[in-house]
Nanobody
Framework: EVQLVESGGGLVQTGGSLRLSCAASGFTFDDYAIGWFRQVPGKEREGVAC????????YYADSVKGRFTISSDNAKNTVYLQMNSLKPEDTAVYYCAGDQEGYGSRWYGQINAHDFCSWGEGSLVTVSS
């Protein structure tokens, strides 16, 4: 059974940093894509970062480019999202998601939630002003 479990969320001040972790079980990364998404009430889920294990490419939303970094530790089957220079508008529930296909051929400038089939429960990130 594929499982994704997020951790590392919490409360941080504007300008601070947090690192989210996504621990995967039931599969190995191989040709997978793992994405990080965020959602606030009343808004659609937004893709912020994705790593594609078939070619090692990473993708970012413009809103986080230069501030967030997605990485992985394959030995631990874990994907990370390092978030720096956090802003109040980064406040959201952050989800990691997986799909059994690399993301390169599906990248057209944004990371789409409907491209991912397995989801974690989410981790709340709150950035205070």
């Amino acid at each position: 059974e594929v499982q994704l479990v997020e951790s590392g969320g919490g409360l941080v001040q504007t300008g601070g940093s947090l690192r989210l972790s996504c621990a995967a079980s039931g599969f190995t990364f191989d040709d997978y894509a793992i994405g990080w998404f965020r959602q606030v009430p009343g808004k659609e889920r937004e893709g912020v970062a994705c790593i594609s294990f078939d070619d090692g490419m990473t993708y970012y939303a413009d809103s986080v480019k230069g501030r967030f970094t997605i990485s992985s530790d394959n030995a631990k089957n874990t994907v990370y999202l390092q978030m720096n220079s956090l802003k109040p508008e980064d406040t959201a529930v952050y989800y990691c998601a997986g799909d059994q296909e690399g993301y390169g051929s599906r990248w057209y400038g944004q990371i789409n939630a409907h491209d991912f089939c397995s989801w974690g429960e989410g981790s709340l990130v709150t950035v205070s002003s």
